[in-house]
Nanobody, 114 residues
């Protein structure tokens, strides 16, 4: 069964940086298009960044130029480097497939506040 464990969240001041990790089991990340999603309080979950098996990346307009998604096939881990963080980036961040989502991990909370 697929399992995702997200980590790396925390409290950061506006303009700061954080790096998130997603350790996967029961699935080879390199075989699928994978993504980072986030859900802010009172809002729907949204896709913020994706990476294909060929490592083609795409980003939501709101994070383009600030976030970088990457993947380590050997560690079967997905990453999200977040720079120039803003209060609107405050959310719980999750990783998962782009298509065929089966279940969700617990996410990791990012809070951007002074």
């Amino acid at each position: 069964q697929e399992k995702f464990v997200e980590s790396g969240g925390g409290l950061v001041q506006p303009g700061g940086s954080l790096g998130l990790s997603c350790a996967a089991s029961g699935i080879y990340l390199s075989a699928y298009s994978m993504a980072w999603y986030r859900q802010a309080p009172g809002k729907q979950r949204e896709l913020v960044a994706s990476i294909t098996s060929a490592r083609t990346t795409n980003y939501a307009n709101s994070v383009k130029g600030r976030f970088t998604i990457s993947r380590d096939n050997g560690k079967n881990t997905l990453y999200l480097q977040m720079n120039s963080l803003q209060p609107d980036d405050t959310a719980v961040y999750y990783c998962n497939r782009v298509l065929g989502i089966v279940n969700w991990g617990g996410g990791t909370t990012v809070t951007v506040s002074s």
